[in-house]
């Protein structure tokens, strides 16, 4: 009870310093059952919202009102006098109008589809007729100006946390705390991003453009990670699509066309809204555990174009880290045909925990719009995307600026936060945890004297048959995250074979327009060759399968690489990448248990045991609809889902370095991820790839298999290293998430919000008779070669995620070649991960 006066007082305080009106409580009826999607606002004014499904609500304003007003449709208006600026808590019983008691809406259970029984439905069609002739679609250019205003915070604040040991020294962080609008909880601010952008678009060549004008953040504004975060997380979005992609998850939109299936509507009310006569229709899932929303819309009589909209999505969606989301967008009524969007508010609250007095942060994104333009056509040179396009001044603008540009001034408590902010990076408390969080992230140990991080930290320790117990140590230079060049390197030690390895790189920016990048290095170590199909070109690259402490059969096919690389990169055009390197190499085997060995008519026995490789390639990479963050040699990826098409041919010559082989190498792959509306995430892959001449065992395409635990997507989990080896392949992965679609439906286990996962992979090869007669050499441990080009080698698997929200379980079965030497039919592999 003191905890509860406390935080009363502390922000009734806060409340009558900045002039706010703040109100919440609960609605109910005579039954004192809870009143869903009642009206709440202040007398006089148009500022209001609506009760949730249990009836709760917050309402504040910066002004200072009198009264509240409290009404839904079939029930007596109830107005109730502020005696005091904050008011929490209040309960208000609602009576039922005796002459509409046959004419109460109901808004729970089951309501009809059909168009010819529910209104609802008739006005749900006319808005699809007509959503391809609303807002920006009736124009052939466009142009508009943008604000948008992103905030994180810490919510929950009470007197537990302002006194617990983690902000002793650093209290005065609570005196920007305020109240959500939303959800009436207290929060402290601790980052703000604002950006103003112009943007331009043209619906006849599909194409648009937005250029920065100017942005400013605090709180960890020099984090570009956690900005990229930001800016993933609240992508863009139209109401009108059928589907809306929040966190990595598709929810069906309201307006769907297929919402009839996943929705109740309800025609509530009617009204004029800006001289406009609309239509409001309350909604809310059919089913639970589905990624749904409820709430309500105002939609125009004659246009059927929205006037208003406020999502909330269903406390049993199957999202994770994610106790709410809350959606307001404002439309404008530009002229009797035009509604145009205006305002856009999203409202996150992520928790550990979806328990209403759980502890988390909240992610809010304000957007406006202003200022529309039509039909300036534009060349369609100007809409071509520049590789390089970073424009410094945007992120140095003053304060003048800000005033001119902002569409809605900052309040008093998002100003002070700049401030506050600022102060707190210089406690040493806060950067002790600052870092500690820095290191999580990203897995290194940043040393700023040094300008040098330390890590990864997740690589220290490792384990195969060849090292035994491995323990590795790195580093990296690290100036800034736009750092032009950059070295890096590690040095690692086996205990059972007692040998050192090391790797050392380094790449620069030559050309920052076209991203001309030179880069090499050399690397000495152990490692699974057998793991990939398609060779990585990272120097200091290491696959998890020559470390893994555990694992379905002995793992001891390693190889002792040598490796030196020089290649040059260029992006003539965004997301088109042409690589071209050269490449020497030695190659042999790092066990006594297997063999590399070839017949080597210039060897005085006729049998080599070591391969020398000089070869070039020429790879291109192109990555559409990918949004990278950035501009220095490294850059990072700021969303995902894009597709990533690779080409590359590879040459191997005799006549350079004294190296062993003629041959060329073609190969090419194409992974693809597809949204499939509410029905998951497909992600396929295909790759194919010929190697032309003869060559070593250490040179040919070795399907990847998997003797590891873990479910590692792109290998074979049935298979063992080396278990099918060919010259010529082609193979292909499709894995689906149902994201929770079918458990759902499931009444025993939709409440543990599992996921079921899909997966079908495949792979024919062929393997020459020449290849095949060059390793076998008569050596006891060499491999068998054997290629899948009987039949098509297949392997499905069912799997089950989102178990404790972390764990994936597989369970994967081998389709064929099970006469095979110890081929396993069956196999458990696992994962963990955070995930949405």
Same mark, same amino acid.
């Given at each position: 009870m003191k905890q509860k006066l406390l935080i009363l007082f502390l922000f009734f305080g806060i409340s009558m310093a900045f002039a706010q009106t703040k109100v919440s409580g609960y609605v109910y009826d005579e039954n004192?059952?809870?009143?869903?999607?009642?009206?709440?606002?202040? @007398?006089?004014?148009?500022?209001?919202?609506?009760?949730?499904?249990?009836?709760?609500? %917050? +309402?504040?304003?910066?002004?200072?009102?009198?009264?509240?007003?409290?009404?839904?449709?079939?029930?007596?208006?109830?107005?109730?006098?502020?005696?005091?600026?904050?008011?929490?808590?209040?309960?208000?019983?609602?009576?039922?109008?005796?002459?509409?008691?046959?004419?109460?809406?109901i808004v729970t259970g089951k309501q009809s589809k059909k168009a010819s029984e529910n209104p609802a439905i008739r006005i749900l069609k006319k808005i699809w007729e007509r959503k391809r002739q609303n807002g920006l679609r009736q124009f052939k250019q466009y142009q508009y100006d943008k604000y948008e205003k992103v905030e994180f915070d810490i919510n929950t604040i009470d007197s537990a946390l302002i006194k617990s040991r983690l902000f002793r020294g650093m209290e005065f962080v609570f005196d920007k705390v305020d109240t959500s609008s939303v959800t009436?909880?207290?929060?402290?601010?601790m980052f703000i991003n604002e950006a103003v952008s112009k943007v331009y678009g043209d619906n006849l060549l599909d194409k648009e453009k937005e250029e920065l004008k100017g942005n400013k953040n605090s709180g960890f504004s020099n984090n570009q990670v956690i900005i990229d975060f930001v800016d993933d997380l609240y992508a863009d979005f139209n109401i009108y699509d059928n589907y809306l992609k929040f966190f990595d998850k598709?929810?069906?939109?309201?307006?769907?066309?297929?919402? *009839?299936q996943t929705y109740n509507y309800v025609l509530s009310d009617s009204a004029f809204i800006d001289n406009k006569w609309c239509y409001n229709i309350i909604y809310y899932p059919r089913r639970k555990n589905e990624l749904t929303f409820k709430g309500d819309f105002w939609v125009n009589d004659s246009t059927y174009a929205i006037k208003d909209i406020n999502l909330q999505a269903s406390k049993?969606?199957?999202?994770?880290?994610?106790?709410?989301i809350y959606i307001e967008q404002e439309f404008e009524v530009l002229n009797d045909t035009l509604?145009?969007?205006?305002?856009? $508010?999203?409202?996150?609250?992520?928790?550990?925990?979806?328990?209403?007095?759980?502890?988390?942060?909240?992610?809010?994104?304000?957007? +406006?719009?202003?200022? %529309?333009?039509?039909?300036?056509?534009?060349?369609?040179?100007?809409?071509?995307?520049?590789?390089?396009?970073?424009?410094?001044?945007?992120?140095?603008?003053?304060?003048?600026?800000?005033?001119?540009?902002?569409?809605?001034?900052?309040?008093?408590?998002?100003?002070?936060? %700049?401030?506050?902010?600022? /102060?707190?990076?210089?406690?040493k408390k806060f950067k002790r945890l600052y870092n500690l969080g820095s290191i999580l992230a990203s897995g290194y140990i940043e040393v700023p004297s040094l300008n040098l991080d330390i890590g990864p930290v997740f690589s220290v320790f490792g384990f195969n048959e060849v090292e035994g117990m491995r323990i590795r140590g790195g580093g990296r230079t690290y100036f800034g995250p736009n750092d032009l060049w950059r070295v890096e390197g590690f040095l690692a030690y086996g205990f059972r074979d007692d040998k050192f390895k090391y790797g050392i790189s380094g790449k620069w920016l030559i050309d920052k327009k076209n991203r001309l990048i030179i880069s090499g290095g050399n690397r000495r170590d152990v490692e699974q060759i057998g793991a990939n199909l398609t060779s990585s070109t990272d120097v200091l690259g290491r696959s998890l399968a020559s470390s893994a402490v555990v694992g379905t059969s002995v793992n001891d096919k390693l190889t002792n690489v040598n490796l030196t690389t020089l290649a040059l990169e260029i992006e003539p055009s965004k997301n088109f990448v042409i690589r071209t390197s050269g490449t020497y190499r030695t190659l042999e085997s790092a066990s006594p248990t297997f063999s590399l060995d070839y017949n080597d008519p210039e060897s005085p026995t006729g049998i080599s045991s070591e391969v020398k490789q000089f070869e070039t390639a020429l790879s291109l990479s192109y990555f559409p609809n990918r949004k990278m963050t950035g501009y220095g040699v490294e850059r990072r990826n700021a969303n995902d889902g894009f597709a990533t098409l690779f080409a590359q *041919?590879?040459?191997?010559?005799?006549?350079?370095?004294?190296?062993?082989?003629? $041959?060329?190498?073609?190969?090419?792959?194409? =992974?693809?991820?597809?949204?499939?509306?509410?029905?998951?995430?497909?992600?396929? /892959?295909?790759?194919?790839?010929? /190697?032309?001449?003869?060559?070593? +065992?250490?040179?040919?395409?070795?399907?990847?298999?998997?003797?590891? $635990?873990?479910?590692?997507?792109?290998?074979?989990?049935?298979?063992?290293?080396?278990?099918?080896?060919?010259?010529? $392949?082609?193979?292909? !992965?499709?894995? !689906?998430?149902?994201?929770?679609? =079918?458990?759902?439906?499931?009444?025993?286990?939709? @409440?543990?919000?599992?996921?079921? #996962?899909v997966g079908l992979r495949g792979v024919w090869g062929d393997l020459s008779d020449k290849n095949i007669a060059l390793n076998t050499t008569g050596n006891?441990?060499?491999?068998? +070669?054997?290629?899948?080009?009987?039949? =098509?080698?297949?392997?499905?698997?069912?799997?089950?995620?989102? #178990?404790?929200?972390?764990?994936?379980?597989?369970?994967?079965?081998?389709?064929? %070649?099970?006469?095979?030497?110890?081929?396993?039919?069956?196999?458990?592999?696992?994962?963990?991960?955070?995930?949405?």
């Open positions: 004192n059952e809870p009143i869903a999607f009642a009206n709440v606002l202040f @007398k006089g004014s148009t500022e209001g919202t609506i009760t949730n499904e249990d009836g709760r609500f %917050y +309402l504040e304003s910066e002004n200072t009102w009198q009264t509240v007003i409290v009404s839904f449709l079939g029930y007596e208006l109830k107005e109730f006098t502020l005696e005091q600026k904050v008011n929490y808590d209040l309960k208000f019983i609602l009576k039922e109008e005796a002459a509409a008691l046959n004419e109460v809406v009436g909880k207290t929060y402290l601010p598709s929810f069906v939109s309201p307006l769907s066309r297929t919402g *009839i049993s969606a199957n999202i994770n880290w994610v106790k709410e509604f145009l969007i205006k305002r856009d $508010y999203m409202l996150s609250d992520f928790a550990l925990s979806k328990k209403e007095k759980s502890r988390g942060v909240y992610g809010k994104r304000t957007t +406006l719009y202003d200022n %529309y333009v039509f039909d300036e056509v534009q060349p369609e040179k100007f809409y071509d995307e520049e590789v390089y396009n970073y424009n410094e001044d945007a992120y140095n603008r003053d304060d003048e600026f800000w005033e001119k540009n902002r569409m809605e001034s900052l309040n008093k408590d998002e100003k002070g936060v %700049y401030k506050m902010l600022d /102060t707190l990076k210089t406690v *041919i590879t040459r191997g010559d005799k006549s350079w370095f004294n190296s062993d082989f003629d $041959y060329t190498k073609v190969q090419l792959s194409y =992974i693809q991820p597809w949204q499939v509306g509410g029905f998951g995430r497909l992600t396929t /892959t295909v790759e194919a790839g010929k /190697t032309f001449g003869e060559v070593p +065992l250490g040179l040919l395409s070795v399907v990847p298999g998997n003797q590891s $635990y873990f479910s590692i997507y792109n290998t074979f989990p049935q298979l063992d290293f080396y278990e099918f080896v060919t010259d010529t $392949y082609t193979s292909m !992965h499709l894995e !689906h998430n149902f994201n929770g679609r =079918i458990f759902s439906r499931i009444p025993f286990l939709k @409440k543990y919000n599992l996921r079921a #996962i006891p441990v060499e491999t068998p +070669l054997i290629a899948p080009n009987e039949d =098509i080698y297949y392997e499905y698997s069912f799997g089950v995620g989102n #178990i404790f929200k972390i764990l994936r379980i597989d369970f994967n079965f081998r389709g064929n %070649y099970l006469s095979n030497p110890d081929a396993r039919s069956f196999g458990v592999t696992g994962s963990f991960g955070f995930s949405f």
